[in-house]
């Protein structure tokens, strides 16, 4: 059993109850793939794409398992068509996703790094008054929240906001012929919401999902989220949008190419109005611990001949 990218799971992780020896690696280059699977039976990987040009060298690997919920690093066509078993881990994250979501959107909207930055740069210690009252906060209270992607991590967003006593407005799929009962055309959520998140996975109806003119359509107001992936933003337009002031801030957890060594135009835009953290939102401790031990029970169920978190 060979863990291909151990430094993503940074928690205590027990060791599978079989009699397979264990390997982890930090992380594993392209160019060492085959030399670390060389003997593995069972391969699990995080992010570490295995594709059929490397898995039809690996004639004894019978299972991958997925550190993650996302199998596309995964030929799960190859791995149908040879025996090669995939399952992944689902809904182990909600929780973190949804209070990231809100981490953000509270922060953007008592404009929290301005007045930090405000702090550091002495600005309050000069102040004649008790309060620096210098960038205009607004509550969540009474304002609309847009959801697009309406899974476990849609839901427990929904229901947040509802406690904080905003309204939610869930958005059917972009150009549907039909509306789900109690959705909302995609086109009439961007332009109602004062708040548009995203919890969709990258798929190609949802590349570039946000873009010019659906930047446009929203408020000047308004504050787009993404927790999502990065590339159902087009983060050129969203950087422009910001630039002109079209909309009012962005909250991104996610860019296309992760981690951005060549750079991306949201970088060039971090700031008050454009918060960006790592792809963090899934990652509270207690997510880890959780994703560490289903890993090991789907592993497990395997070779007790259970279907368990089967995708493949």
Not at 9 to 15: D, I, Y
Not at 84 to 106: D, P, Q, R
Not at 148 to 163: L, T, W, Y
Not at 278 to 299: D, F, G, K, T, Y
């Amino acid at each position: 059993m060979v863990f291909l990218d151990r430094g993503t799971l940074p928690v205590a992780m027990r060791t599978p109850a079989l009699p397979l020896q264990w390997r982890e690696h930090e992380s594993t280059p392209p160019e060492r793939l085959l030399e670390c699977l060389e003997d593995a039976e069972v391969a699990i990987t995080n992010k570490v794409p295995l594709r059929a040009v490397s898995l039809a060298h690996l004639p004894k690997l019978k299972l991958i398992a997925v550190a993650a919920t996302g199998t596309n690093n995964v030929d799960l066509d190859y791995c149908r068509a040879h025996g090669i078993a995939v399952c992944n881990v689902s809904g182990y994250s909600t929780h973190s996703v949804a209070e990231h979501t809100f981490a953000l959107l509270l922060a953007l909207r008592r404009q929290i790094p301005g007045y930090h930055a405000d702090i550091l740069a002495g600005a309050w210690q000069r102040s004649e008054h008790f309060a620096l009252l210098n960038h205009p906060m607004n509550d969540l209270h009474g304002g609309i929240l847009g959801i697009f992607g309406f899974g476990d991590i849609g839901k427990a967003v929904a229901r947040i906001a509802e406690a904080f006593g905003m309204k939610v407005l869930v958005a059917e799929r972009k150009n549907a012929p039909t509306i789900r009962a109690g959705r909302v055309p995609f086109e009439q959520m961007l332009a109602e919401a004062d708040v548009v998140t995203l919890h969709c996975p990258l798929t190609p109806e949802t590349t570039s999902l946000i873009a010019e003119p659906e930047l446009r359509i929203m408020k000047s107001s308004a504050i787009l989220l993404n927790v999502a992936r990065g590339g159902v933003v087009d983060e050129a337009a969203l950087a422009q949008a910001l630039r002109e002031g079209c909309i009012a801030a962005a909250g991104v957890d996610v860019l296309t190419n992760e981690p951005p060594r060549s750079g991306n135009p949201l970088l060039e835009m971090a700031g008050p109005n454009c918060i960006i953290t790592p792809h963090v939102a899934w990652a509270s401790q207690q997510s880890l611990v959780r994703l560490a031990e289903e890993v090991v029970c789907n592993i497990e169920a395997f070779y007790a001949g259970k279907s368990r978190n089967r995708i493949v």
